[in-house]
């Protein structure tokens, strides 16, 4: 059975960081990376960071320059390092790949979501 999981997550003061991850783990074929979410209490689950054009990654203006998105393709992990954190990036924060399994083939995965909360 195929799982996505991330982990990372905690409660930092506002200015601080964090490094998200994210891997694959079960009996899959292929682990393609799609995007980091979040959603905070009462809102939609947003974009933060996503596979744009040419395989570059695209990241949301709210967070562009204090978020960067790294992959190790050799372990199907990806991790999501947060510098400068703000309350406003208080969330869960979830990540999505498409990934190919016996006997389902290809179909996106969600993992079930870390905390991160940053007080101000």
């Known amino acids: 059975q195929v799982q996505l999981v991330e982990s990372g997550g905690g409660q930092v003061p506002a200015g601080g960081s964090l490094k998200l991850s994210c891997s694959a783990s079960g009996n899959f074929l292929s682990f393609n990376f799609e995007g980091w979410y979040r959603q905070a209490p009462g809102k939609q689950r947003e974009l933060v960071a996503g596979i744009g054009s040419g395989d570059n990654i695209n990241y949301a203006d709210s967070v562009k320059g204090r978020c960067t998105v790294s992959r190790d393709n050799a372990k199907n992990t990806v991790i999501l390092q947060m510098n400068s954190l703000k309350p406003e990036d208080t969330a869960v924060y979830y990540c999505?790949?498409?990934?190919?399994?016996?006997?389902?083939?290809?179909?996106?995965?969600w993992g079930q979501g870390t905390q991160v909360t940053v007080s101000s």
């Open positions: 999505k790949a498409a990934i190919a399994s016996p006997p389902y083939g290809l179909r996106d995965y």
